[in-house]
């Protein structure tokens, strides 16, 4: 004789175990969700009080990391803490607007690197020394974030490496250069940013690995090009570059 009793208790207890996985499944998304939101917004707020942070590509591009400040705040004690501890090439992405008011200009008409790193001539702020400096570079990169400044304010050829994003960031380029801008962006700042390449000890390049324990030992946030992808598809953002009024 069936116990319909025993089949009762037993989906009873079935039941209540898919409701706990369900709601465990939930609080784990919302939890996620939140821990973004919340991680984006505590990156954008080290941005904006002048620190860099650590910034990693997809491990199927170029694999690499980069330490990233914005433009428009950077300090001299910033670069130079950025070339001691990342010893890459520093470059300045900006937008495309800025760029053109500038004049600056790419550094080759056809280019034929493998990623399309979009270099341009080189820069020196007009009123600087040799340009070297850490001062001289912060000097330099933060008047190219000034929204007064002309193309007569800078000398060509320099030791600023000017890098131009593309028009909607990461979603035409999913590059170090989109990024950092569409981080100026989401940070309500002048699309200008610092870039530099990590490298470890030995020369090669830094990987995922080794900048944890970078980001760790200098106590800076560390995110991947994804995340902030992520971040943007979470809060409805198509493209950074539409959330700011900043005069580019």
Not at 75 to 100: F, H, Q, R
């Amino acid at each position: 004789m069936v116990d319909l009793n025993k089949n009762v208790r037993y989906y009873d207890v079935t039941f209540e175990c898919c409701c706990s996985v369900a709601f465990r499944i939930l609080t784990e998304l919302f939890n996620y969700a939140k821990s973004i939101f919340n991680c984006r917004r505590s990156t954008l707020n080290h941005l904006v009080n002048g620190g860099y942070i650590i910034l990693a590509d997809d491990e199927s591009r170029e694999n690499e990391g980069d330490l990233v400040a914005l433009g428009d705040n950077i300090s001299a004690d910033t670069v130079y803490e950025m070339l001691k501890e990342a010893n890459g090439l520093m470059c300045v992405p900006v937008s495309e607007k800025i760029a053109d008011r500038l004049g600056f200009r790419p550094m080759v008409k056809h280019s034929t690197d493998p990623n399309q790193t979009p270099f341009m001539v080189t820069a020196d702020g007009s009123l600087s020394a040799t340009g070297v400096s850490a001062f001289d570079r912060a000097a330099t990169i933060r008047h190219i974030a000034n929204p007064t400044a002309k193309a007569t304010d800078f000398n060509h050829p320099g030791h600023i490496q000017p890098l131009y994003a593309q028009p909607r960031g990461l979603r035409d380029r999913t590059g170090h250069t989109e990024a950092s801008v569409d981080l100026a962006y989401l940070a309500g700042k002048a699309p200008v940013a610092v870039i530099i390449e990590v490298l470890k000890d030995d020369g090669t390049m830094a990987r995922r690995d080794d900048l944890a324990i970078l980001a760790k030992r200098v106590q800076v946030p560390f995110i991947t090009i994804n995340q902030i992808i992520k971040y943007m598809d979470a809060n409805g953002i198509d493209a950074a570059a539409d959330l700011t009024k900043v005069n580019a």
